[in-house]
């Protein structure tokens, strides 16, 4: 029973160093898009430019981001020494929340 309580605190730092990444890369992304993106040209002809190719990058990363959270869940709720349901519960919300509301806020900067 010992080892159990050792181990879920690993649990609870993966859940918060997973959900923190996932905040960041969103912020990140909403952030570079309110500022830098307006300052790269596109080429005259050219339909896009690096600052969109950019944030392409910046939307692939946070959907992998997502997923590896939503797989670090599911590993949690799998392994019973590892099982943390308030870890797990935060880890499914960030994977489900951070795409969607990446989407919603990135409407409103121009």
């Known amino acids: ?25 969103a912020g990140g992304g909403l952030l570079y898009r309110a500022t830098a993106y307006k300052s790269i040209p596109v080429a005259p002809g050219d339909p896009y430019g690096i600052g969109d190719v950019v944030e392409f990058l910046l939307y692939f990363i946070l959907i992998g981001s ?9 590993v949690l709720s799998a392994t019973a020494s590892l099982r943390n349901w308030p870890a ?12 969607p509301a990446y989407l919603l806020l990135h409407r409103y900067i121009f």
């Open 1 to 25: 029973m010992d080892e159990v309580k050792e181990v879920r605190p690993v649990a609870k730092k993966l859940a918060k160093w997973m959900v923190g990444i996932q905040c960041a890369l």
């Open 88 to 99: 797990i519960a935060a880890l499914i919300w960030a994977g489900l929340l951070a795409l």
């Open 66 to 74: 997502s997923v590896l959270t939503l797989l670090a869940a599911g």
